[in-house]
């Protein structure tokens, strides 16, 4: 389990108990595809929670979401349901979704509102939900009453389940690695991030490599700090550009391929982070070169193997954010960088 499972896993309890606490009679499916399903004034709720690590709604993946929902609420028989999230939703685009899915959405000034029967719960979502409030958000709370009283009708018919990222993970498992498909790696790349990060990066500038052809393919992106990801980077380490990499190898990258994305980082351009999109990963003498990197000139280098990028695309099929991957995996490495 990674770290942002973690937090999700206990934000997700946390919901149960603010649920349980008013009048919601909670239990775990076994299915699974959901988070829960409860019972309420004789009627069968079906429940999915969204932890997000950014405190503004990303609306696409909030609609990504309540699609998966009402597509469980069909399954189960359920004919009422609620998505609730960890971020601020905008009290205009709640009530345009709830009119469009007949779904209840409930955001963290929501919770906090239905959490304060209870100061014990109360003080753990403060605690839990620990950013700097949104200017003005906290007056768009409702009661809980009156978002139950705003889905009086069975959610609407399903739009067909986003399977894009799905797609895009068996078109990247049944690519053969190796020289022979540097293009076509080249062009499955491209699809994955522009569907991944379509609103964190602009610009997208190509750049080929002087290395050869086969072996990578490079962008240059303009970060927009849209979730605290790429905040980070922006506000942590200076850097207003990303440079991405794609190497179609079919072992471990090694060494000289860290050095040479390394020489393409420059703090002076404002450029200072490189993410090496790859098949396999890196072995330990390229680890070796990616802690050096950062300990001595601030540079943070990630890579990302065919696992991560799957995970990531699944992540954005079911309205997780893809970027809350980067940040563990960020976070991991900070973390337990050696001296």
């Known amino acids: 389990m990674n770290h942002n499972e973690h937090i999700s896993q206990t934000f997700e309890e946390l919901v149960r108990k603010i649920l349980e606490v008013n009048s919601f009679s909670v239990q775990t499916p076994e299915s699974k595809t959901l988070d829960f399903l409860a019972d309420y004034n004789n009627e069968k709720w079906a429940i999915e929670v969204k932890y997000y690590r950014t405190a503004r709604a990303q609306i696409p993946l909030i609609e990504s979401a309540a699609t998966k929902l009402i597509v469980e609420c069909e399954k189960l028989g359920a004919t009422r349901g609620i998505l609730v999230a960890s971020c601020y939703i905008p009290l205009a685009a709640r009530i345009e979704l709830e009119g469009r899915y007949k779904i209840a959405f409930a955001d963290r000034t929501d919770l906090e509102i239905w959490a304060s029967k209870d100061p014990d719960l109360l003080d753990k979502l403060a605690a839990y939900l620990n950013e700097d409030p949104i200017p003005g958000a906290e007056e768009h709370g409702r009661n809980f009453g009156d978002v139950i009283s705003l889905t009086n009708q069975p959610p609407s018919p399903s739009t067909p389940v986003i399977t894009k990222g799905a797609d895009l993970c068996k078109e990247l498992r049944e690519l053969q690695a190796g020289k022979n498909t540097w293009s076509k790696y080249e062009d499955i790349c491209d699809r994955i991030l522009h569907y991944l990060f379509p609103n964190n990066l602009h610009g997208w500038h190509k750049q080929l490599s002087t290395e050869g052809k086969h072996s990578r393919f490079d962008y240059v992106c303009r970060i927009k700090p849209s979730t605290e990801f790429w905040q980070f980077l922006l506000d942590n380490l200076n850097s207003r550009y990303i440079t991405f990499e794609f190497k179609n190898y079919t072992e471990k990258i090694k060494q000289g391929q860290v050095l040479t994305t390394e020489k393409y980082l420059l703090e002076k351009a404002l450029r200072r982070v490189a993410i090496i999109i790859t098949r396999k990963g890196a072995d330990e003498g390229a680890n070796a070169m990616i802690q050096g990197a950062m ?45």
Do not use: Q, W
């Open 295 to 339: 300990r001595e000139h601030g540079k943070l280098i990630l890579v990302i193997e065919d696992n991560h990028v799957c995970e990531m695309l699944h992540m954005k099929d079911r309205g997780d954010d893809p970027s809350d991957l980067l940040f563990d995996i960020a976070d991991y490495f900070l973390l337990t960088l050696p001296r």
